[in-house]
Each structure stands twice: as structure tokens, then as C-alpha cells.
């Protein structure tokens, strides 16, 4: 029995992922077959068709929010609490990081457990232009966790989906720190964001697929 | 290399191999030494020494088939299409499907074959190291000198900088590993779905895995080690190399104790304890550096001496995995060892390399690259803090009596057969499945003999198995290697024919206290074949 390069080897040799010699071992044995080069150029289609290549070098720009990946072990970065999301009148959702197949409008929880302590509830969305604030609008409507509404031990954030269908990416945090409402929008969650950059804050985001109307959710 | 070249190489190898057989069996060793002078460790005498005690004492049982690959004659080759062959072509190739017209003299047999796999690692496991650029460009390369000090000195580089300097090679990695492992299109095109940046999923995803600490081992730290291991010739003469004397302990003492390592230790100080068999090492390594490239060397042929012990032994594809996952296990313990030694010495080592933009990249790319390939649940993308090289269990951590060790293997054994290797790296890794498989359930549940279980605790599937799971954590990369040659076996028989066959093979090794198959073949040579796919893969670097 012969061990021939397996599709694996070849897709980590046009990534660049081999050690030297075992490269050169694949470009020798390429270099003898045909056949391991038509595999080859499949190879590099499907890798091409995946995604584009260029790394985009964008310039620097204000501080960012920094949003962990939906389901990532929040826990894992020393902070107390996680934050789940129940959903209401939609379906478990497929096995890809989205929490839940709801319809347009559909309502879903975000929990807190009582370690999330009692800062202040910040809930952001992903819209074309990146992550942004939509609770709260202003000071007046601030609220601490201790001031929503309960269900068992833990606090309970109720939202909802827009009309639009596709995925939403939605954040909730809590802040114990202070928010100068002073300040513009865009120096008003600085420190906020430096928290959160560093994984000091209890987070958890999630991804919720909107359906279309004529859909089956 | 010409064909012709090829051809009197291969005979000048194979004649000089006959020739030091004979002289080693009247007692001369200066012939094989020559044979094997590629091995690092031919240049050191002590553990020359032991190489040739251990030719003299260890006759390979290699199948018919290997036996004429290094003997056949030139008459019986075919000669190529293409005459100028490329210096990395499998030189055994050529010989593949010949048959051995006279006896082999085993001992022969060997040295040819340490010989040739002499030159083989020489030239894929060094000398193509050699060849690899990093290109210094002074900007990227101060920019990323800057954010290194950030890690070193909070354990917090300013991650808008890190993830736009990276955001490309990070996207290329994960993009490799997601078709590499057949992701799913889902997972691929949530997180490949944009243009790579600061910005994407996948950029927060990487970063979080730098930050993320299991055992205060923080990603970025073995990123760290792995730029550290771009800075020499090779990266096991870079890594010994960037070790204080303090690390040097810790790895002396790793190999005097772990697994087979402990066998090799203990063929150079059979008078000594543990503890000093690990102090010599260390002793040995300070006084000369290049005596640990050695000691790996030795460590790797001896394991190919094990295996070709074996009967009907031999395929070159084997004991090239076996080399592989040798030394890329030796490349892992000592990142491990660097990793959790002064953290002063490994940030002296990084900004140490010229071109620490490119080396940085390359680093980060294959610590990405593992952590996407080692996830077991490709549902998703890995979670952070998923990829940890585990230092060595220290021998009060190895839990079972010297009796027990072959239950414990056998049903290891059986657990591979039985399609149940994915689970039971999980199990070793998180302690559970994630899911409530039957199959699973029973292994634990019926075929574990109560010896492996621990004692005076209840044996549910949490609590009765930590004995198990340890030994597991410190030894299953070793016991699939261990069990290549009769998984490959097992693999090669048919399917449905495979039951008398299969029962040979297990029954040559296997401990009574553990149910042995009675039927299921085909799904156990259908098993064999998964398991060898998934050990054999070329980029394999730690079989945990």
C-alpha cells in the first residue's frame, strides 16, 4: 500500500501549512502525477471560491467594539457571569453559531444570571456600519440589571428582530463602570469599549436568523 | 537526481548496509556508524552506543514485501518515464511491488533502512528548514516589536493593532483548516463570508483564543514559542536552544519519565533512579546542545526498532508517520517547556529573530491552522482556549500499576475498532462526549475492566474514570502510534472476509481482561482505515 497525498495534505500545501520538507515532498510527488495535479487545481478553485485572499489594510480608525463570537466560553476570560439568550416563538437554530430561526418582529430574552452583578445593561446590534449602541438611547432610559424585570434568580433583557430577513448579530453586556453622558456618541463608550476589548465585562452575543414572511420558521 | 544516480545510490547503500551487518555480527561497528552518520545522534558516542546495543539485541521481522525494497536488483526495476527525478521524490517508490528473489539478511535490512531514513530526515526534517525566508521589513517589524512587548509586559497587546496586522494571515489559516476538515458551508461562510479585517467575526474569534488562559497558558504565549522555533536552523535546535537551565531540567526530567521516552532514558543510565536519569539528561544537554538533536534522533530510530520487532513490519509509509509524529511530539514538549519557563528568556528569544513581522505571521498562522484543525465539533467554530501543547505528566501522575498498562492499552485498542476515537479524545480533553452515544456509553460501561476504574469511587461516566482520563491525557498519542502497524493491518484486510484475519491480529496482543471483538469486522477494518487516515496525516505535528 502506497500512501498517496490526500486531498487534506494538498489543501494545507496551497495554504502553506506544511513544514518544509513535507512541502517538498508534495511538490515532488506533484510533480510526478497528473492526476495529483488535476486534484490540485480543484483544489485551488474551491479555495478560491471561499473567500477573497487580500488582507484589507485599513487605517486606523476610533477604538472599536470588540464583540466576541456568538457561543465562545465567555466564562473563560475570568468573568463571573454568562449571559444567555432564550428565544420566544422560533426554532432551535442550525448548528452554525445561530442561536434561533425566528420571524420578523420575533421576541427573544437575553438572561442574567445574578453574578452579572449589578451594572448598567448595555445592548448593541451590528448594522452595515459596524456595531452600535441601541440601548440606552439616553441617560433618562438607563436601566441596571437590578431594574429588569426577574424570572427565577435571573434578570431578563426582552428583544426583538427587525422585519428585514437575515442573520442579526446582537450584544448585551454589563457595565459597572460610569457613563459620561456628556460626552459625543462616539468618546461616550470608550472606556466601555477598552473593558470590553480585554474581556473584563460579562458579554455574550448571538446571532438570530430572521425568516421571510413566506418561510416555515 | 538522474535515474542512473538513483540506482547506484540505492545499491552503494544497500551493499555498504550487507557489509557492516557482517561486522557488526562480529562485533565492529564502524561500518554501521558510517551507514548511520546522518542520525544526529551517530556523533555522540554514548548514545551511538546505545543504537548499536540495541541493533544487536532487536532482529526486524519486516513483511516480504518491504524486504526486497532496498535488495531487489537493478534488473527488476522499471524504468521511469521521467529521468530526472526531483531530490525529494520517495526514493522507495521506485521499488514498490518488487519481490525478494533470495533471503534478506535481517540485520542488513535495518541498517539499510535506518540508513535511508537517515538521509530522509536529514533532508525533509532539517535541511529543507534551511531554505525558509522571513523577510525584514522594518516597519511591520517595529509595529509588531511593540505589540510583543504589550503581551509580555500585561499579557494585552492593543487588539485593534494586533488583529489589523494580522487579520490576513489569521483569515488564510482558518481558511486552510476549513477545507482542510471539511467544514461545514454554514460555518465556512459565516466566518470567511468577509473580506479579512480587524473587523470580522473570525479576527475577534483569534484573538480571543490568544487572550484565553487554560492552565495560565494563554494563546499568545505559544505563538510566542512557536516565532522562537523560526529562529534556528531547525526548530528542535532552536527550541533547546532558547532554554535556560531551569527549562533544561524540566525536559530532562519529561523524557526520563514519559512513555517511550522513559525507555530510551533508561537504555542510557539503566543504574539510575528516575530523578537522576533525569538530571543526566539535563547534565548532558547543558555541557553540549547538540546532544538533545541527538538524543531525538536516537529516540526515533529506536522507535522504528520497536516496530519493525514486529512481525510482518516494515511499510515505509509507517515509519515515516512514526518519525513525524516522534519529533513533532519532541517539537510540542519543548514549546511546552518554553511556554511555562521565564517568561523574561521567551521574550528575549522573540525579539531576538530578525523579521519578527514574518515569523509572527507564520507563528500565529499555525497556531490558527491546529486550533481550527484539533476542533472536534466542526458543527462550529473551535472555542477559545481549545489548543493547549499539555507539559508532561510527572510520573505520580502516571496512575495505573505496571500490571494494569495492558488493559489499559488493549481497551484503547478496542475503543479505535469500535469507530470511537473522535469521542475519546474529547472525553480525554473536556471529560465528556458531548453527546450521550451508546456505543460510547458501553465501552465505558462493560468493557473497561475494573482495574482501570477508580477505586472506591462510583464508576459513572463523571466520576470513576480521572485514573483513566490521565493516563489517557499523557499517553494516547503514543498508543496509536504504538498500534499503527497492526491498525494498517487491519486496514488492509477485506472487508468481508475480515473476521478469522482480524482475530489473528488482535489475539497476537491483547489483554484478557478486556471483551475481545466477536464480530463487527467490517466496521472494524472500515475503523482502521478512519483512525490510520486521521494519524497519518503529513501536517500532524502533536497527537496528544
Not at chain 2, 504589550?150 to 489559516?173: K, M, N, Y
Not at chain 2, 516522534?326 to 511546552?336: P, S, V
Not at chain 2, 475519546?424 to 452515544?437: A, F, I, N, P, Q
Request: net charge neutral.
Amino acid at each position: 500500500m502506497k500512501r498517496q497525498v490526500t486531498e487534506g495534505e494538498l489543501v494545507a500545501y496551497v495554504g502553506g501549512m506544511l513544514d518544509p520538507g513535507e512541502a517538498e515532498r508534495v511538490r515532488a510527488e506533484l510533480s510526478c502525477s497528473g492526476s495529483l495535479r488535476q486534484q490540485l487545481a480543484i483544489v485551488i478553485a474551491t479555495r478560491q471560491l471561499a473567500a477573497s485572499v487580500e488582507a484589507a489594510n485599513d487605517p486606523p480608525r476610533e477604538a472599536r467594539w470588540h464583540i466576541p463570537s456568538p457561543g465562545a466560553g465567555i466564562t473563560a476570560f475570568g468573568v463571573r457571569a454568562q449571559v444567555q439568550a432564550a428565544v420566544f416563538g422560533g426554532s432551535a437554530g442550525p448548528a452554525d453559531g445561530v442561536a434561533a430561526v425566528v420571524r420578523p418582529l420575533g421576541r427573544f430574552a437575553v438572561t442574567l444570571d445574578p453574578s452579572a452583578g449589578d451594572g448598567w445593561v448595555i445592548v448593541l446590534r451590528e448594522r452595515s456600519d459596524g456595531w452600535g449602541v441601541v440601548f440606552p438611547p439616553e441617560k433618562e432610559l438607563a436601566l441596571r440589571a437590578s431594574e429588569l424585570p426577574l424570572r427565577g434568580r435571573d434578570r431578563v433583557v426582552d428583544l426583538a428582530v427587525g422585519v428585514r430577513p437575515g442573520d442579526e448579530r446582537w450584544c448585551v453586556v454589563v457595565f459597572d463602570g460610569e457613563i459620561d453622558w456628556t460626552l459625543g456618541e462616539n468618546e461616550r463608550w470608550e472606556a466601555l469599549k477598552a473593558r470590553l476589548a480585554k474581556r473584563q465585562v460579562p458579554v455574550a452575543s448571538l446571532r438570530l436568523r430572521v425568516l421571510a414572511d413566506d418561510d416555515d420558521a | 537526481m538522474r535515474w542512473t544516480d538513483f540506482l547506484e545510490r540505492r545499491e552503494r547503500r544497500a551493499m555498504d548496509a550487507s557489509g557492516a551487518a557482517v561486522e557488526l555480527g562480529r562485533g565492529e561497528a564502524a561500518g554501521a556508524a558510517s551507514l548511520l552518520c546522518p542520525w544526529r545522534f551517530a556523533s555522540h558516542p554514548d548514545l551511538l552506543g546505545v543504537m548499536m546495543d540495541a541493533l544487536r539485541a532487536t532482529e526486524s521481522q519486516p513483511a516480504h514485501r518491504w524486504r526486497a525494497l532496498p535488495f531487489a536488483p537493478r534488473s527488476a526495476f522499471k524504468v521511469p518515464k521521467v529521468d530526472d527525478l526531483p531530490e525529494f521524490y520517495h526514493r522507495r517508490e521506485a521499488g514498490w511491488g518488487l519481490t525478494a528473489r533470495s533471503a534478506v539478511d535481517p540485520l542488513a535490512w535495518t541498517l539499510e533502512s535506518l540508513a535511508f531514513f537517515a538521509e530522509e530526515v536529514d533532508l525533509r526534517e532539517r535541511a529543507a528548514f534551511t531554505t525558509r525566508t522571513f523577510a525584514t521589513r522594518p516597519d511591520r517589524d517595529d509595529a509588531c516589536r511593540k505589540l510583543w512587548a504589550e503581551w509580555f509586559r500585561t499579557g494585552f497587546a492593543d487588539r485593534d493593532r494586533w488583529t489589523r496586522l494580522f487579520a490576513g494571515p489569521v483569515h488564510e489559516a482558518a481558511k486552510t483548516a476549513l477545507l482542510a476538515r471539511k467544514y461545514p458551508s454554514s460555518v465556512r461562510d459565516r466566518l470567511l463570508g468577509s473580506a479579512p479585517s480587524a473587523e470580522s467575526e473570525l479576527s475577534e474569534l483569534a484573538y480571543d483564543q490568544l487572550l484565553f488562559a487554560p492552565s495560565d497558558l494563554p494563546g499568545w504565549v505559544d505563538v510566542a514559542t512557536r516565532v522562537v522555533e523560526t529562529g534556528g536552523a531547525n526548530p528542535v535546535d532552536a527550541l533547546v536552544g532558547s532554554l535556560d537551565p531551569a527549562g533544561l531540567l524540566v525536559a530532562g526530567h519529561c523524557a526520563a519519565r514519559r512513555g517511550h521516552w522513559a525507555d530510551t532514558a533508561a537504555l542510557l543510565a539503566e543504574d539510575c533512579d528516575l530523578d537522576r536519569r533525569g538530571d543526566r539528561v539535563r547534565d548532558q544537554v547543558s555541557r553540549d546542545p547538540a546532544w538533545a538533536h541527538g538524543l531525538v534522533d536516537l529516540h526515533t530510530a529506536l522507535r522504528l526498532l520497536t516496530m519493525w520487532a514486529l512481525p510482518n513490519s516494515g511499510d515505509p509509509d509507517d515509519a515515516w508517520v512514526s518519525i513525524r509524529s516522534n519529533r513533532g511530539r519532541a517539537r510540542g514538549r519543548l514549546r511546552a517547556v518554553l511556554a511555562r519557563g521565564s517568561r523574561d528568556r521567551l521574550r528575549d528569544g522573540v525579539h531576538s529573530v530578525p523579521g519578527l513581522h514574518a515569523r509572527t505571521s507564520q507563528a500565529l498562522s499555525r497556531h490558527v491552522y491546529r486550533w481550527f484543525m484539533d476542533n472536534d465539533n466542526q458543527d462550529s467554530p473551535p472555542s477559545p482556549g481549545q489548543l493547549a501543547t499539555p507539559l508532561c505528566a510527572s510520573v505520580s501522575l502516571v496512575p495505573f500499576a505496571a500490571e494494569d498498562v495492558p488493559a489499559a492499552r488493549t481497551w484503547t485498542l478496542l475503543v479505535v475498532l469500535r469507530g470511537q476515537l473522535d469521542r475519546l479524545e474529547r472525553w480525554v480533553r473536556s471529560g465528556s462526549t458531548g453527546d450521550r452515544d451508546t456505543r460510547w456509553g458501553e465501552l465505558l460501561a462493560t468493557a473497561l475492566p475494573p482495574a482501570l476504574r477508580d477505586p472506591g469511587r462510583p464508576s459513572d461516566a463523571e466520576g470513576g474514570h480521572r485514573r483513566l482520563r490521565s493516563w489517557l491525557a499523557a499517553e494516547l498519542g503514543m498508543q496509536l502510534e504504538r498500534e499503527l502497524p497492526r491498525l494498517a493491518a487491519i486496514a488492509r484486510l477485506p472487508p468481508d472476509a475480515a473476521k478469522m484475519p482480524g482475530l489473528r491480529l488482535l489475539q497476537r496482543e491483547w489483554d484478557a481482561r478486556v471483551p475481545l471483538p466477536s464480530g463487527g469486522f467490517p466496521a472494524i477494518v472500515e475503523a482502521a482505515r478512519l483512525a490510520l487516515a486521521k494519524l497519518g496525516r503529513a501536517d500532524a505535528e502533536e497527537l496528544t
